[in-house]
């Protein structure tokens, strides 16, 4: 189905089921322990061996010898799979640096072998007996030494350089000015379910159950990585216990449990160690961001500049921080860069949530900075600023759609946004929030020991849209079944498929079953980037179209005029089950949505605005945030309880980066020092208080047959900001270097 005019009247507009706060419909399954996920695969294949990783213990450099005699001889011990014997291997598409190293080592605990013995204990102990040489080699790991040498560098299609006006005349001339230099760390997922995979040959046959957000992509790299022919690849993910986008590419568990199971000959299981995660697979990476505001003294600003310095392996992207600073405020002198140092430290990739989370958590301060310079509300200086059109010209649309490689043809150079509520979104939130009450100075309200104050961030984040398809069946009991490559990370996939199918279709929720997460079902959009919700439900909704079709056609009916309602199709004073239309045989229909251009002629995002409360230790520095609100404009919300399951976790997330989270780095040695959870700190649930979401009514009809958007991404977008400029205005502290830890405040607190 061609998606190339905006969306009219349909029948998910009935809203019977879409938009309703329904259960999760797997949740049983992950409530009672029979959910399926990576490594509980016991049951997909007998006689499991286990395969355990030797991570690389340099940053760069050389093997110079591996000594695997003892480990050979050890217990059980069935095979060891290097870079000597594995085979020619290449490199997968979305891979930056190759998941088996030797002799060249890119980075520190890259993995450069796997030991497979009969039980997990057997392959751990023998792997702790090879024996490697290297030949270190100088690495560069510093960031802010680096920055001499950074290059500015696309990110998936958007440009990485912008320019409209005349920036440093316009902002040399501003009545007010600000120009402030901000950073934000290394940072690790930290997911609960570890990498973990199980493979097995059947001859040339390789399946791999694995826990990946994007079924395609990981079996044409497999295949890609291996030489094989990608139809003899079957990748299967039916849930993933947490993957933030480090799941979405093929990693080092999965090529290593295919190249031991094709050693050992038999199937075999490999779940990475924690102490490994952050070093092997991908961060989000530290930035460095410089942001100048000029504005005249009534707020309006007038010459904007964002620039962010990042740092990855050769060939790999930047974290491309200053990208929503090209159409979130108005301004008609403007600049952007994005640039990028060759490190040496891990991979840095895709980590809870795109480029906008840091981005943001630099250009919500600078807006709160720029706000007090011009003596304004927070809030009323954002209103001020707000734009209808995208103000940036830039060679390419602004857009960070990982699919985008090519350039883009010609689009309209200032697009006008589908819908922009965000000064809605504001305006509600400062009511709900009672930000009327906020005291404008610093430092100056109590709450016994703890100084109170109150911060505010705007979020957003692109719309993106990707081809996806389902297959429905429609059975003689009147059941339908979904089969569609999607996946379900956590955020509800399986919940708004099935209503989907449900409204469409007029049965009740629970006489809809959806199988996902399987190569061998129809090729989806997969999950991330918070396109995954809308697309996925369009590529149901093409489905479901087609049955509709094919099911009126059997019944002898009009669809222009069927209604499909109460497991019935009624046309007329006809009226017949759709079980008996089905018959023994039953009805299966296949299609994709594809997108057209709709999203160039339209700047299609999603909005939002935090309000975060903090209460900081007057005497300690200790931050303990109060409370919190989320305000989202995201199109159609196909689910509000799932919707805001994902909103509270992606702001617990923002608390993180802000107060917390950081990868420390080994500046000599290259590697992340505190690699598990003992030494990263992440949010718990004492640390988050009473968080509220409110979704505005809102429809795209430009988006999708849905009329609906992403809507994950919101609630970290912004959040690490708005609980900043909370420090900041129960402080007087302003800090610049993220995590706000309590070794930042303390010198500037008020005297006691």
């Not at 507009?13 to 938009?19: E, I, N, R, S, W």
């Not at 930290?190 to 097995?200: D, G, L, R, T």
């Not at 199109?635 to 919707?643: D, F, M, Q, S, V």
């Amino acid at each position: 189905m061609k998606f190339d005019t905006p969306a009219t009247s349909n029948p998910i507009d009935q809203l019977k089921v879409v938009g309703k706060a329904v259960d999760r419909v797997d949740g049983p399954l992950k409530t009672t322990g029979t959910a399926a996920y990576a490594n509980d695969r016991h049951d997909v294949a007998a006689n499991q061996a286990h395969g355990y990783i030797v991570g690389a213990a340099i940053a760069k450099g050389r093997i110079v010898s591996m000594d695997l005699t003892s480990a050979r001889a050890a217990p059980g011990v069935l095979a060891i799979v290097t870079a000597e014997n594995a085979g020619k291997l290449g490199k997968g598409t979305f891979n930056t640096a190759h998941l088996l190293g030797g002799p060249d080592i890119q980075h520190y605990h890259q993995a450069v072998a796997v030991v497979v013995a009969e039980t997990f204990e057997q392959a751990r102990a023998a792997a702790h007996l090879v024996r490697v040489e290297y030949a270190r080699a100088q690495g560069v790991y510093d960031l802010a030494a680096a920055t001499d040498s950074a290059k500015p560098v696309e990110s998936n299609g958007a440009a990485a350089e912008t320019a409209v006006g005349d920036f440093t005349v316009n902002f040399a001339q501003a009545p007010v000015q600000l120009d402030a230099s901000y950073s934000t760390a290394d940072e690790s997922h930290s997911m609960i379910e570890p990498f973990a995979s199980v493979a097995a040959w059947n001859g040339d046959q390789l399946t791999l159950w694995t826990a990946n957000q994007m079924i395609a992509w990981t079996a044409a790299d497999a295949a890609k990585t291996l030489g094989i022919p990608a139809d003899k690849v079957r990748v299967a993910s039916p849930f993933i216990g947490g993957g933030f986008g480090a799941k979405l590419w093929l990693r080092a568990d999965a090529l290593l449990a295919a190249l031991g199971a094709r050693a050992a000959r038999r199937p075999v299981r490999v779940a990475m160690p924690r102490a490994l995660i952050p070093n092997n697979t991908v961060h989000r990476a530290a930035t460095i961001q410089r942001i100048r505001i000029g504005a005249d003294r009534d707020g309006k600003i007038t010459a904007i500049a964002h620039e962010s310095w990042s740092g990855n392996l050769p060939e790999g992207g930047p974290e491309a921080a200053a990208i929503q600073t090209r159409s979130l405020y108005a301004g008609p002198h403007r600049m952007t860069a994005n640039r990028i140092s060759v490190l040496d430290l891990p991979e840095a990739n895709a980590m809870r949530a795109p480029n906008e989370a840091p981005g943001l958590a630099a250009l919500e301060i600078a807006m709160d900075e720029m706000a007090e310079k011009l003596g304004m509300d927070p809030v009323a200086f954002r209103i001020a600023n707000d734009t209808q059109v995208v103000p940036d010209n830039p060679a390419k649309p602004a857009s960070n759609d990982p699919q985008s490689k090519a350039p883009t043809e010609k689009h309209n150079p200032h697009p006008p946004f589908s819908q922009r509520q965000l000064v809605e979104c504001f305006r509600l939130g400062a009511r709900r929030f009672g930000w009327d009450k906020r005291n404008p100075l610093p430092g100056r309200v109590r709450d016994g020991r703890w100084l109170v104050g109150l911060g505010v961030a705007a979020a957003i984040r692109d719309n993106l849209v990707m081809k996806s398809g389902a297959r429905v069946r429609l059975d003689r009991r009147g059941f339908v079944t979904v089969e569609s490559d999607m996946t379900d990370i956590g955020t509800g996939s399986y919940t708004v498929i099935a209503q989907t199918a449900a409204e469409m279709m007029g049965v009740r929720l629970e006489r809809v079953v959806v199988k996902l997460g399987d190569s061998t079902y129809p090729i989806s959009c997969g999950s991330g980037g918070q396109w995954g919700g809308n697309s996925s439900t369009a590529g149901v909704y093409a489905a479901c179209m087609k049955l509709r079709e094919a099911v009126a056609q059997k019944a002898g009916l009009a669809v222009g005029t069927a209604v499909f309602a109460n497991g019935q199709i009624r046309a007329g004073s006809r009226s017949i089950p759709l079980g008996e239309v089905a018959g023994d045989q039953g009805i299966v229909a296949e299609d994709a949505i594809e997108f057209g251009d709709l999203n160039k002629q339209f700047q299609q995002a999603t909005f939002g605005a935090h309000f975060v409360e903090v209460g900081v230790d007057a005497a300690t520095g200790e931050t303990r945030v109060r409370r919190m609100l989320a305000v989202c404009a995201a199109g159609r919300i196909l689910n509000p309880k799932t919707a805001r399951s994902q909103v509270i976790g992606g702001m617990t997330m923002g608390v993180g980066a802000a107060l917390m989270e950081e990868l420390a780095v080994d500046k000599r040695l290259g590697l992340f020092v505190n690699h598990d959870l003992a030494g990263y700190e992440v949010p718990v649930h004492a640390d988050i208080p009473h968080q509220e979401v409110i979704f505005l009514d809102e429809v795209d009809p430009t988006s999708s047959p849905m009329k609906a958007k992403g809507v994950g991404e919101l609630g970290i977008c912004g959040a690490a900001a708005a609980v900043a400029n909370a420090v900041y205005n129960a402080t007087g502290v302003r800090v610049r270097d993220y995590p706000i830890t309590l070794d930042k405040l303390l010198k500037g607190l008020p005297a006691i």
